[in-house]
Nanobody, 122 residues
Framework: QVQLAESGGGLVQAGGSLRLSCAAS????????MGWYRQAPGKQRELVAD???????NYVDSVKGRFTISRDNAKNTVYLQMNSLKPEDTAVYYC????????????????WGQGTQVTVSS
């Protein structure tokens, strides 16, 4: 059973910073791209940033220059450094991993974390 353990969420004032971590563990046949998504109240889930095994990154326009995604392949961990946070960044942030993972008696090609709440106050 694969697990994605997310941490680092919390309450921060506008202009502050948070660092999210997501560590994959369990039976992992293959780990490819990893990313962070978020879902704000009343909105659809959106991609925030993702990163390939080789380190290529992609960001949604609204966070470019403020957020940085990185990964440590040896630790199967992806990070999201969030600086200059804005109230509109408030959302539940979800880690997603692509690859091949054991879930129950089968396997899946992508897996989501439970989510961690990020709240940015005005």
């Amino acid at each position: 059973q694969v697990q994605l353990a997310e941490s680092g969420g919390g309450l921060v004032q506008a202009g502050g910073s948070l660092r999210l971590s997501c560590a994959a563990s369990g039976i992992i046949y293959r780990l490819n791209a990893m990313g962070w998504y978020r879902q704000a109240p009343g909105k659809q889930r959106e991609l925030v940033a993702d990163i390939t095994t080789g380190g290529s990154t992609n960001y949604v326009d609204s966070v470019k220059g403020r957020f940085t995604i990185s990964r440590d392949n040896a630790k199967n961990t992806v990070y999201l450094q969030m600086n200059s946070l804005k109230p509109e960044d408030t959302a539940v942030y979800y880690c997603k991993a692509d690859g091949a993972f054991r879930v129950g008696s089968g396997w899946v090609s992508s897996f989501w974390g439970q989510g961690t709440q990020v709240t940015v106050s005005s």
